[in-house]
Each structure stands twice: as C-alpha cells, then as structure tokens.
C-alpha cells in the first residue's frame, strides 16, 4: 500500500514539474512583428522619452512632441473634471447619478471631497488610447 502511494505521489511531481516548466517559457512575439521592427520601436521610445527616477514613470523629454492622436495630460484631465463637475458619486447605489441642478464648483468642495470623487472615477473609469475618451469599466456582478 505504501508503494503505491508513493508511486502515485512521485507521478504527481513528476507531473507538476513539466507543467512547470512548459509554462515558464517565454510566449512568442505578437504576431506580425520582426524583431527588427520591435528593435526599431524602442530607439524610436528611447529617442522621445527618458526615465524618471522620482516618479519611477517613463516621461516625455523636454521639447518633444507627443505621438500623433495622443491628448494631453492636460486635457484628459479636464474631461475627468468636466464629469465630476456634472456628476455625483452615490455610494448606496453604487454609480454615478447626474446633478440635477446643474454643475457644481469644484473650487468649493473639500480636498477631502475632491479626492474622494476623483478616487471613485478611476475606479469605474478608464482612459482609452484608442477613442481618446474616459470609458467606464465594466460592471464586476454580485456572486
């Protein structure tokens, strides 16, 4: 009995082990890019942007332009703010409800306040590339 435990227990590794390591591999490049073109990509990144140790972020060196069809952060940050402004984040709910009065003053509410709307935004939103647009994320269902 004690050897077929053991047998059973050795396949079981043995088992785990090459699962292991057949996942553990690198995954092929995406289809339809050369190395060269993936080389070329990055000197092309590495030409426009430089490392930031403070913030630990890549960022855009001075007198650079952005890539063509990228908004500024300026920008995107004004339509986040131009959604809080005109709406108000229900926590029973749990969604975002349209001001029926009009749009409020940012300038007025708390810090407090402000970060914990903002908080909220970046929970249910997100920024896409594509669009250019604030897109509002999935909703996770109740289990």
Do not use: C, Y
């Amino acid at each position: 009995m004690k050897k077929i435990r053991v047998l059973s227990a050795l396949t079981a590794l043995t088992l785990t082990a090459v699962v292991g390591v057949a996942s553990a591999q690198a995954p092929a490049a995406p289809a339809g890019e050369t190395r060269a073109q993936v080389k070329m990509d990055r000197d092309e990144f590495l030409k426009s942007h430089t490392w930031d140790p403070v913030t630990g972020n890549w960022v855009m060196k001075p007198g650079m332009a952005p890539p063509a069809g990228i908004k500024p952060r300026a920008e995107v940050k004004a339509e986040r703010d131009e959604f809080l402004r005109n709406n108000r984040w229900d926590e029973v709910k749990g969604e975002w409800l349209p001001l029926k009065e009009g749009p409020r003053d940012m300038s007025k509410m708390s810090r407090a306040e402000v970060k914990a709307e903002t908080r909220a935004f970046e929970k249910t939103h997100t920024f896409d590339e594509v669009s250019g647009t604030w897109v509002a994320k999935p909703m996770k269902k109740a289990q």
